[in-house]
Antibody, heavy 119, light 110 residues
């Protein structure tokens, strides 16, 4: 059974960089079948796809966030990471990592982690 | 890349059928048979109910079905049950390995 777990600071100051890591267990992040994605959900609002990465390191981004987003993968640790720069209060959200079979749907999700942007 | 359009809320009585619509454009829903649907209970992570427009993952009840016509996809829940009360989100492939979600629909079981 594949499991994903997000980790990282729950509080980030405005203008700083949000950094989260997703640890994958029960499966290899180096599988050629899957992409690995980040999704967020502001409190009381809907889901927003942030971007995804393939094991090779190739990344794909939501155009609205692309300039601030960096996604990376560490196959030796079976982890992938998200960095979102120049954060504002609007970036306060629950951040989820998930597995994408074939890059068009999400089958396994992490439990999510709340990141609050505040001074 | 704009969010897909869903009704804010849909309701039905136990045993009834309801349908949630998801309207996109010719750049996403209309161009690809790659629409998925997610159920989210309060405080929980989303769970996939339908992928590739009408396919059900293993373990998902056959009361959930999906379809698509033109730029609009639909999720139908038949034999509505109390446990189906949740938020539902559609998601479409939008080209270049990107995804776009709908705004979400709150389903209430009366």
């Amino acid at each position: 059974q594949v499991q994903l777990q997000e980790s990282g600071p729950g509080l980030v100051k405005p203008s700083e960089t949000l950094s989260l890591t997703c640890t994958v267990s029960g499966g290899s992040i180096s599988s050629t079948t899957y992409y690995w994605g980040w999704i967020r959900q502001p409190p009381g609002k809907g889901l927003e796809w942030i971007g995804s990465i393939y094991y090779s390191g190739r990344t794909y981004h939501n155009p609205s966030l692309k300039s601030r987003v960096t996604i990376s993968v560490d196959t030796s640790k079976n982890q992938f990471s998200l960095r979102l720069s120049s954060v504002t209060a609007a970036d306060t959200a629950v951040y989820y990592c998930a597995r994408e079979p074939g890059s068009d749907w999400l089958d396994y999700w992490g439990q999510g982690t709340l990141v609050t942007v505040s001074s | 890349q704009s969010a897909l359009t869903q009704p804010a809320s849909v309701s039905g009585s136990p045993g009834q059928s309801i349908t949630i619509s998801c309207t996109g454009t010719s750049s996403d829903v209309g161009s690809y048979n790659l629409v998925s649907w997610y159920q989210q209970h309060p405080g929980k992570a989303p769970k996939v109910m339908i992928y590739d427009v009408s396919k059900r993952p293993s373990g998902v009840s056959n009361r959930f079905s999906g379809s698509k016509s033109g730029n609009t996809a639909s999720l139908t829940i038949s034999g509505l049950q109390a446990e189906d009360e949740a938020d539902y989100y559609c998601c479409s492939y939008a080209g270049s390995s990107t995804l776009v979600f709908g705004g979400g629909t709150k389903v209430t079981v009366l």
